[in-house]
Every structure is written in C-alpha cells, then in structure tokens.
Nanobody, 121 residues
Framework: QVQLQESGPGLVKPSQTLSLTCTVS??????????WSWIRQPPGKGLEWMGV???????YYSPSLKSRTSISRDTSKNQFTLQLSSVAPEDTAVYYC?????????????WGQGTQVTVSS
C-alpha cells in the first residue's frame, strides 16, 4: 500500500516562498510510469492541479503557476518537494500530494491527507 504524507509550514508570509515535502512509503518515486503531483484546494473552490514530477524526473507545470512553481525530488529519501514563490493570500489552500498513472490522462490512485497552508502577515 502506497502512502503519501505532506509536511511543511502551515503559515507563510506574503512574498515568501512556500516549500512542502511529500514523503512516500510503500513504493518508489522512480518506479516506471508513475507521476507524482501537487494539487491544491483553496477554501470554497475546487481542486487545482499545480504540477507533476515523473518517474524519470521530468517536470510539468500548470501554465498559470509555471513562473512561480518548482518541483524537485530526493530519490534517496523517496521524497518530492514543491516550491511556490512570491506567495499571496490567494495561495491559501489545502495542499495535497498524489500519485498518478497515465492512460492519456492522469488517473490518481493514492493521495496524501493534505496540509493546510495559510498565507498571511
């Protein structure tokens, strides 16, 4: 059973960089054909896909967030990390990491429990 766990600060000040880590157990982030994503849900809104790091290490980002987003990984720790720069109150959300496989679309099979991040001074 694959498990994902998000970790990071719950409060970030405007203009700072948000950094979250997803620790994966029960499966390797380098296993072929799996994609490791960050997804967020602002209060009262739907899910927003932010980006993904593939089993190969390739990254893909949402066009609307691309200029502020970076996803990296540490294969020795089986972790992948989200960095979102120049945050603003609109970036307040529950942030999820999740595993997907591709059938032409991303199909998500395992999710972390989510972590609340509030952007406020």
């Amino acid at each position: 059973q694959v498990q994902l766990q998000e970790s990071g600060p719950g409060l970030v000040k405007p203009s700072q960089t948000l950094s979250l880590t997803c620790t994966v157990s029960g499966g390797s982030i380098t296993t072929n054909y799996y994609y490791w994503s960050w997804i967020r849900q602002p209060p009262g809104k739907g899910l927003e896909w932010m980006g993904v790091i593939a089993y190969s290490g390739s990254t893909y980002y949402s066009p609307s967030l691309k200029s502020r987003t970076s996803i990296s990984r540490d294969t020795s720790k089986n972790q992948f990390t989200l960095q979102l720069s120049s945050v603003a109150p609109e970036d307040t959300a529950v942030y999820y990491c999740a595993r997907a496989y591709s059938t032409g679309l991303y199909e998500y099979d395992f999710w972390g429990q989510g972590t609340q991040v509030t952007v406020s001074s």
